[in-house]
């Protein structure tokens, strides 16, 4: 059996748990929601960076269009509404003047936007636990500010489910998991340099 044959048998949800790990956990690193001791400011501008980076990335996946016809309600999954009233609650109102991230991964592409779907999707089950953690520090709750790491709240199992079945899918009958994978890895890294970017005072 070739290496190719090895590669193409494999679930394209396991090669993104593998192939991806050295970014992802970069990035969750670099994020450290989760220590105990971060405080309003830092989660406010936390959030306002998320926002500057899904807002943009959204419309163009938006812009992708058909993916009712491959399994995925979008309508649901957006999560720039959540980003939207998180901020206004903790009292930021002007969210036009946020910075916007222009430096984004491919997503023009079906193949490029699933790998983008794949982080982003994946983002609401870790973000479970730091809403718990939120909720113990900064006594953040879904209604005070804490929607967009709630994300699907009691739906997150069932919402992952439906999105494996449909990525899985795509991937068999296109063919195009590489691009799925590579897209993936430029999300993980684009976020990355996004988010601390902001740390840096940019």
């Known amino acids: 059996m070739t290496a190719e044959a090895d590669v193409s048998s494999i679930s394209i949800l396991a090669r993104l748990k593998a192939e991806t790990r050295p970014q ?17 400011d830092f989660y406010r501008r936390t959030l306002a960076r998320f926002h500057g980076f899904y807002q943009p990335l959204e419309v ?3 812009a992708v269009g058909g993916w009712e016809t491959r399994g995925l309600d979008m309508q649901e999954r957006w999560k720039t509404p959540l980003l939207d009233d998180d901020l206004r ?30 982080v982003l999707e994946g983002s609401t089950l870790g973000g479970q636990l730091i809403s718990r953690a939120l ?5 953040m709750t879904p209604e005070t500010g804490g929607r967009f790491f709630n994300g699907y709240g009691h739906r997150t199992g069932p919402m992952w489910q ?5 990525i899985e899918a795509f991937a068999f009958s296109s ?13 993980f ?10 740390r840096k005072g940019a």
């Open 135 to 139: 909720q113990k520090t900064l006594d």
């Open 60 to 62: 163009g996946l938006r």
């Open 189 to 198: 890294s684009t976020l990355q340099t996004w988010m601390s970017a902001e």
């Open 24 to 40: 992802h956990e970069q990035l969750d690193a670099s994020l450290d929601l989760t220590n105990g001791s971060i405080t309003l």
């Open 175 to 187: 063919g195009e998991g590489d691009d799925i994978v590579s897209a993936a890895k430029a999300t």
């Open 89 to 118: 609650a903790l009292g930021m109102d002007d969210l036009a003047a946020l910075p916007v991230c222009t430096d984004l991964p491919p997503h023009a592409s079906v193949s490029s936007a699933f790998g983008c779907l794949y």
């Open 162 to 166: 439906s999105f494996r079945v449909a």
